[in-house]
């Protein structure tokens, strides 16, 4: 049985609202799927997943302090063999039209990093959801969009 782990932080609910969707995508596809806060997780049982999808809040262009520090004490567990996706929230930035700014204002940029200096396989790249504001709500179509990144994920998985 393929076994897949989706982890978020969540300020006000919007990243935790698209990992749900992520998670129910997945789970469609027949896949067993957990979706769990970073403050939730016990990381030594994270490389008994076969997946492992982790999402955050965009704060100052990248990670939230909270990811910063579960990524780093990540690193501490051999993820070698995992399959894994990233994902964001964000706001609609006007900073990414100028075209002085080379830093892309995303969370799962670096998430998805991380990931791959781990040893994780990036099988869908990273994918973010807009907010409005800081505390949302989320855009319409975000929800119905993450399910379907979460379905194709899943027929990945099992194929
Ligand atoms: C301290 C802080 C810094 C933020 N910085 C950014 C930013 O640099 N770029 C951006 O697009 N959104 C920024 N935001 C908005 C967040 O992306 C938004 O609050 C988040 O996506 C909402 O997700 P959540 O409900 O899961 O916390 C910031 C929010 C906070 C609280």
Not at 28 to 44: F, P, R
Not at 67 to 80: G, P
Not at 128 to 136: C, D, L, M, N, Q
Request: hydrophobic share 40%; charged share 25%; glycine share 8%.
């Amino acid at each position: 049985m393929v076994r897949a782990l989706i982890l978020y932080h969540s300020l006000f609910g919007n990243t935790k609202d698209v990992a749900i969707s992520l998670a129910t995508g997945i789970e469609e596809s027949g896949v067993a799927t957990e979706c769990l806060s970073i403050d939730e997780i016990d990381i030594n049982q994270i490389a008994k997943y076969d997946f492992l999808a982790i999402g955050g809040p965009t704060h100052m262009i990248g990670l939230s302090k909270a990811m910063k520090v579960f990524l780093k004490t990540l690193e501490s567990v051999n993820l070698n063999r995992m399959k894994g996706f990233s994902f964001d929230t964000r706001n609609h930035s006007r900073l990414n039209k100028k075209r002085w700014f080379i830093l892309e204002n995303s969370a799962a940029r670096r998430i998805e990093a991380k990931m791959k200096k781990m040893g994780i396989t990036i099988i869908k790249p990273r994918q973010s959801a807009i907010v409005y504001g800081r505390e949302g709500p989320l855009e319409s179509n975000v929800e119905p969009s993450f399910q379907e990144i979460g379905t194709e994920i899943g027929n990945i998985l099992i194929s």
